[in-house]
């Protein structure tokens, strides 16, 4: 099969659905709106499919002045882009501070309704600036002497509300392994959607990203800074929002390393000058870690 980029996909509201694209146009920080908003709980802490399930029903559209929200039983939801000038509101997301900017009561209002407890949403604030964690990055470009400098200035992969990285990689062929392994437990198949990738790759062999220090797309580059230890997210059903055992116990049972259980890898991107976009279908080239 040949070497491409099988599937694109952004999450404009972190842990709420995500949206799959044919063409997305990316910057260093991610693909645009990619966790632009978060929603944070009474307390100003960050909210996930973790403790809130039912925030994957959610599916958020980004506009050029703002956010639909639109849930099951709910009537759709406009949250209009903050102003400039808008107050920041501190936050921190897995240990790393950042600033949002408070959407206002209606869009409170409408998610405390169907999440069933209180909650606000924050759109990226203009004056944050959280990064890709330093020691990754700083101990790949030491790592990888051939291809390191055009990921430099380490500080520079500043990126939104996702966990801990401006991009997730994830290869369609692991998902295939994976999937076959849940069929010899007499489970059901499960969607790549469940691990919330960015960007998805196929024509690899099943888990040969363990082995890439990155690819390349164009003239885009992506390297992969830290492997991916999976939270029990993708035992949530995207179309229901029910919880169970699946994928997370079989994946268990055969991703589980030291660093935790593996599935994916988190990335920094390096890009030409001027707009750059990513297709599905467009070629790739994979660097191998050997």
């Known amino acids: 099969m040949r070497l491409a980029i099988h599937s694109l996909y ?3 509201v972190k842990s709420c659905a995500g949206i799959a694209h044919e063409r997305a146009r990316i910057t260093e920080a991610g693909l645009a709106f990619d966790r632009h908003w978060v929603i944070v709980d009474g307390r100003g802490v960050f909210m996930t499919q973790r403790q809130h399930p039912r925030m994957v029903l959610i599916r958020p559209e980004p506009t050029a002045d703002g956010l639909w929200l639109r849930a099951p039983g709910q009537a759709d939801c406009f949250a209009p882009a903050p102003s400039a000038h808008a107050e920041a509101v501190p936050v921190v997301i897995w240990g790393t501070p950042t600033l949002g900017a408070d959407q206002g009561d209606e869009a409170a209002a409408w998610l405390s309704a169907f999440i069933g407890t209180p909650c606000r949403l924050l759109h990226l604030h203009p004056q944050a600036r ?4 330093v020691p990754h990055v700083s101990r790949w470009i030491q790592t990888h002497p051939d291809w390191p400098q055009s990921f430099l200035p380490v500080d520079r992969h500043a990126f939104a509300f996702a966990d801990g990285f401006p991009f997730l990689v994830t290869n369609r062929h692991s998902l295939e392994e994976l999937n076959g392994q849940l069929a010899g437990q007499g489970a059901a198949p499960v969607d790549m959607i ?3 990738p960015n960007i998805v790759l196929q024509g690899l062999e099943p888990y040969d990203e363990d082995h890439l220090a990155g690819f390349r797309t164009g003239r885009a580059g992506f390297a992969f800074v830290k492997a ?3 939270c029990p997210i993708p035992n949530v059903d995207p179309a229901t929002g029910a919880t169970a055992a699946e994928p997370g116990r079989t994946l268990a049972r055969h991703r589980q390393f030291e660093q935790g259980v593996l ?6 991107a390096t ?10 279908g467009d070629a790739i080239e994979p660097e191998y870690d050997f």
Not at 130 to 133: D, I, Q, Y
Not at 263 to 268: P, S, V, Y
């Open 10 to 12: 952004s999450y404009p």
């Open 194 to 196: 469940r691990f919330r």
């Open 130 to 133: 959280r990064l890709a964690s």
């Open 263 to 268: 599935f994916g890898m988190n990335a920094i």
């Open 271 to 280: 890009l030409p000058d001027g707009e750059t976009w990513l297709q599905v």
């Open 228 to 230: 991916c230890a999976r």
